[in-house]
Nanobody
Framework: QVLLVESGGGLVQAGGSLRLSCAAS????????MGWYRQAPGKQRELVAD???????SIADSVKGRFTISRDDAKNMVYLQMNSLDVEDTAVYYC???????????????WGRGTQVTVSS
């Protein structure tokens, strides 16, 4: 299985910045897409940003211009740079990866446990 571990969450004042990291580990897998989702209290989980191996990225309108996603494929890591944070960004942020197992030749979808981001006014 592919294990995803997020880090970098915490408490920050509005207008501040945080950088989230996600590391994928395991063996015999290839990741095609990595990204970030978030779930705020009382709301559904939503896509924040993702990135494919081909270089395509997507980002939610609510964070466009403030958040940036990046990847380091050699390290199987994905990052989310969050600037100009607002109280509405408070949520649990989850790392997501999609790919395939090399030997089994089957696809997978993996989720991290999440990291809490709290933005105070």
């Amino acid at each position: 299985q592919v294990l995803l571990v997020e880090s970098g969450g915490g408490l920050v004042q509005a207008g501040g910045s945080l950088r989230l990291s996600c590391a994928a580990s395991g063996s015999r897998f290839t990741i095609a897409t990595m990204g970030w989702y978030r779930q705020a209290p009382g709301k559904q989980r939503e896509l924040v940003a993702d990135s494919t191996n081909s270089g395509s990225t997507s980002i939610a309108d609510s964070v466009k211009g403030r958040f940036t996603i990046s990847r380091d494929d050699a390290k199987n890591m994905v990052y989310l740079q969050m600037n100009s944070l607002d109280v509405e960004d408070t949520a649990v942020y989850y790392c997501n990866a999609q790919g395939s197992y090399t030997r089994a030749r089957v696809p997978f979808v993996s989720w991290g446990r999440g990291t809490q981001v709290t933005v105070s006014s």
